[in-house]
């Protein structure tokens, strides 16, 4: 059994910065691609960025520069360290992580966390 913690959100003024953190427990399996998505009110879940087992890293045109993904494979943890936030950043973040078990892979996400970002 794998569950992914995110954590990390919370009310921010624009320009300032948040780290979110999404942990994935449990034994026995190989954490592949990590990846973060947000959905805002009324809009559609987008990917925010992702981050390969190896540190490849891609980000969506409206967060380059400002966002930054990291991983820990020795703690099966990724990080968003997000700088510069905009209020248009204002979504839940959810995380999303392929879990390998042998030769089986599976799509596992996290709970979300709220970021608000307002003056």
């Known amino acids: 059994q794998v569950q992914l913690m995110d954590s990390g959100g919370g009310l921010v003024q624009p320009g300032g910065s948040l780290r979110l953190s999404c942990a994935a427990s449990?034994?026995?399996?190989?954490?592949?691609?990590m990846t973060w998505y947000r959905q805002a009110p009324g809009k559609q879940r987008e990917l925010v960025a992702t981050?390969?087992?190896?540190?490849?890293?891609n980000y969506a045109d409206s967060v380059k520069g400002r966002f930054t993904i990291s991983r820990d494979n020795a703690k099966n943890t990724v990080y968003l360290q997000m700088n510069s936030l905009k209020p248009e950043d204002t979504a839940i973040y959810y995380c999303?992580?392929?879990?390998?078990?042998?030769?089986?892979?599976?799509?596992?996400w996290g709970q979300g966390t709220q970021v608000t970002v307002s003056s």
């Open positions: 449990g034994s026995g399996f190989l954490v592949l691609a």
């Open positions: 981050i390969s087992r190896s540190g490849t890293t």
């Open positions: 999303h992580a392929g879990i390998s078990f042998g030769s089986a892979t599976y799509i596992h």
